[in-house]
């Protein structure tokens, strides 16, 4: 299997910090910037408008990285926030500037966070955004909030979390500060290859897993198999499931970012392929060039990842080998998975290449923990002491048998000789005469 693609982005979310971000944004100074906010001109309201565009192609990986240095004070400063939407706005680009920027419209959207209300200024929002929906924003700072002023901040795009029931999943991430908004766009990305945009959601995700493993009160999980996630993957994501699968491989992947280090905690983690069980229904994928579909009967891959190894997977690593700069080995035998669905995932298959179908698609586990499900009682005997007794038995059994062959060898000589003796006592010895010849 496709080992998980290890340039995926890390963006962490944390408290509202930053620096300038002035060298981003090209044509842009602080005198510029107070001339966007607020936009109650015409003039302030078209450079607003080119400002959004602006940071729609500002590396936002960068600019996170400028936000965690210091405290945003300063108009042109970068700086992260995120709360509840309470309104959203909507109002339309300049005619003059609609075909220059490619827009139509931006956006104004009052959030609740954890002080005051504060703006969020963006030209991309998604649609389904309604009032209490979780809403993060990484942009540039045109307001502080100081003067009985609104705190208000521009930004290329923002992350959004529905308001809706959440799934214990959802819930035991949140209560790990885990940022739930984080999670929009997974759906969008149903089937797809991994891309950068789900590093954000993978790397935390993955970190938070790690973090959980060793808590004593997690709910309960709910039992899964591929078919779980096969029907309906866009509504399964970051569900909190356990899974029944027999191992393939374990690879170890390297992370070589010390940005992704430090989110992770560790250099490296480890991607197990697996096979889950689909039970009695048959799946059927779709081929190119008209021919028959692919099908997959009584099992299908899975791909799970995790920070840590458990123990038991963990003792053979010195008889790993080096394959494409990662540390892959062999796994069998039957493991039980406890975690998070992360999404279905696309990757090249040599398989489904022979079938001529198109790259397999399967479930992106991340684990919290991974237990063994392969009986235990011959190894809490120990090998070394079932060889002994086996050894010794056999011994034993050769004696025994060696002694009573000598012991029924010696019977029969004695019942053969008392034999011969008894013979010897009735035979009749006396030979008869012949007549004697008559002689005239």
């Known amino acids: 299997m496709c080992v998980l693609c290890t340039s995926l982005l890390i963006l962490t979310m944390n408290t509202v910090v930053g620096d300038s971000a002035l060298e981003l944004i090209s044509g842009f100074d602080r005198a510029r910037l107070e001339r966007t906010y607020p936009p109650t001109e015409p003039e302030g309201l078209n450079e607003l408008c080119k400002l959004l565009y602006r940071l729609r192609g500002v590396d936002e990986n960068r600019l996170q990285q400028i936000s965690t240095t210091s405290p ?33 419209s931006i956006y104004f959207l009052e959030i609740k966070g954890d002080g005051e209300p504060f703006l969020v200024m963006t030209s991309r929002v998604p649609s389904e955004a309604k009032e209490g929906d979780q809403i993060s924003a990484t942009g540039i700072l045109l307001s502080s909030g100081k003067d009985s002023k609104t705190k208000a901040i521009a930004s290329g795009k923002v992350g959004w ?27 969008n990305r149903n089937r797809l290859p991994l891309t950068s945009s789900d590093g954000d959601a993978f790397y935390t995700m993955l970190a938070t897993a790690h973090r959980i493993a060793s808590s004593e009160h997690l709910p309960t999980a709910s ?55 689909l039970g009695e229904v048959v799946v059927k994928i779709e081929s190119e060039d008209s ?10 891959p899975v791909s799970i990842a995790i920070r840590a190894l458990p123990a038991f997977l963990a003792d053979n690593q010195s008889q790993s080998n080096e394959y494409d700069g990662s540390i892959v080995r062999p ?10 669905f992360f999404r279905l995932w696309a990757y090249e298959s040599e398989f489904m290449q022979q079938k001529g179908a198109k790259d397999q698609f399967g ?26 007794y086996a050894a010794l038995a056999m011994i034993c059994g050769i004696l025994g048998i060696w002694i009573w062959q000598r012991s029924t060898n010696r019977h029969d000589e004695r019942a053969k000789r008392k034999r011969i003796e008894q013979q010897a006592q009735n035979v009749n010895f006396e030979v008869p005469t012949l007549p004697e010849e008559r002689i005239e």
Not at 90 to 96: A, D, E, F, I
Not at 367 to 380: G, K, M, Y
């Open 72 to 104: 945003a004070s300063e108009v042109g400063d970068a700086v992260q926030d995120s709360g509840k939407l309470i309104e959203l706005k909507r109002v339309l680009v300049p005619q003059k500037l609609q075909e220059y920027l490619g827009f139509e």
């Open 161 to 187: 979390f529905a308001n809706r029931p959440m799934s214990s999943g959802e819930e035991l991430l949140q209560s790990q500060d885990f940022n739930l908004s984080l999670l929009a766009g997974l759906a």
């Open 223 to 277: 039992t899964a198999n591929p078919v779980t996630f096969l029907r309906d993957g866009k509504k399964s994501i970051a569900q909190w499931v356990r899974m029944e699968v027999e191992g393939v491989q374990i690879t170890k992947i390297a992370v070589s970012s010390p940005k992704r280090q430090a989110q992770l905690g560790s250099d490296h983690y480890y991607q197990i392929d697996a096979i889950g069980d």
């Open 291 to 300: 021919q028959d579909p692919v099908e997959f009967k009584t099992r299908y």
């Open 331 to 340: 796994l069998r035998g039957k493991l039980a998975m406890t975690g998070f």
């Open 363 to 388: 479930p992106l586990m991340i684990a919290a923990s991974v237990e063994n499900l392969e009986p235990t009682s011959i190894t809490s005997i120990g090998v070394e002491k079932i060889g002994s």
